[in-house]
């Protein structure tokens, strides 16, 4: 399974609401928050909505943080 970690790296103030909308859909809720998500079309849809305010990194699977912590 591959997965991909989106990091919000320009505020999505002064854009449209539905960009908005996909930056809050993603998780992302303050400015350097990243999230990881396994990759799929509806990710990176939205991800690709939203290019000029994200950054998208590829993520092996042995990079993920563990249940425990």
């Known amino acids: 399974m591959e ?3 989106i990091t919000l790296v320009k ?3 002064g854009y449209a609401k539905n ?3 996909t930056v809050r859909s993603l998780g992302l809720r303050k400015m350097h928050a990243s999230v990881i998500h396994v990759k799929n079309d509806a990710i990176m849809g939205m991800a690709n909505t939203v290019r000029h305010l994200v950054k998208v990194e590829a993520v092996d699977s042995s990079e993920l943080p563990s249940e425990n912590e």
């Open 3 to 5: 997965y991909v970690k």
């Open 11 to 13: 505020s999505p103030i």
């Open 19 to 21: 960009q908005k909308l």
